[in-house]
């Protein structure tokens, strides 16, 4: 029988918020990522974890992301917080119920503060961590190849949304491929305009 490669996978989306759309580079194609994960995390059964900073100054989580909405994306938690690292409390409990060693992969903002600091507690606390560099981005966009590269010495796998979905299946021969394969399809254009724009070296 047909076995993933990654058995246990999460999907974190960091502060990806309504303020920060005019002050993040390229907000929309780091949203654009966002959403073709979240599509493959349906399609996958991949648990999800979201976070605001801050919400009652900086306002809620994009409404595009359709996350907690009728016909959306129910997530495990979708807490908000004050600290810059995603492991908040709720957080925490939410990633215990799913066991140890979860394999984590992480977009939103910003890729060196809270995207840095969510993917160091994960790691200190024994998770295997990707982060999507088609789907992380900083006001400063000069600052994202820095954090990556940081993230890299730390232990964290650097990688990109297809890339990723595609290690998560590990095989053609599971029930999901054909749907996955038609995401991949369907978003070739938006992936390649994404690629061009984030993951310019």
């Known amino acids: 029988m047909a076995q993933r490669r990654i058995t246990k996978p999460a999907l974190f989306i960091c502060d990806l918020q309504e303020k920060f759309r005019p002050a993040i580079y390229e907000f929309s194609k780091v949203i654009t990522t966002t959403q073709k994960m979240l599509k493959a995390s349906q399609i996958l059964n991949i648990p999800v974890f979201a976070t605001t900073q801050n919400k009652e100054r900086l306002g809620e989580t994009c409404p595009e992301l359709g996350l907690d909405a009728p016909g959306g994306v129910k997530t495990v938690a979708h807490a908000d917080k004050k600290l810059f690292s995603m492991l908040t409390p709720e957080v925490r409990g939410g990633i215990n119920s799913l066991g140890s060693n979860l394999s ?9 503060i809270c995207v840095t600091q969510t993917a160091l507690d994960l ?3 024994g998770h295997k961590v990707y982060v999507l560099a088609d789907g992380v981005s900083s006001c400063n966009k000069e600052e994202v190849p820095i954090a990556l590269a ?4 730390e232990g964290a796998v ?41 993951c310019k070296t």
């Open 104 to 112: 984590c992969v992480i977009v939103g903002i910003e890729s060196h």
């Open 123 to 125: 790691l200190h606390d």
């Open 150 to 153: 940081r993230l890299r010495a």
């Open 158 to 198: 650097v990688t990109t949304s297809e890339s990723w979905i595609y290690e998560c299946m590990g095989d053609a021969a599971i029930s999901e491929f054909r749907e996955m394969a038609g995401l991949v399809k369907q978003t070739n254009q938006s992936t390649k305009d994404v690629m061009q724009t984030l």
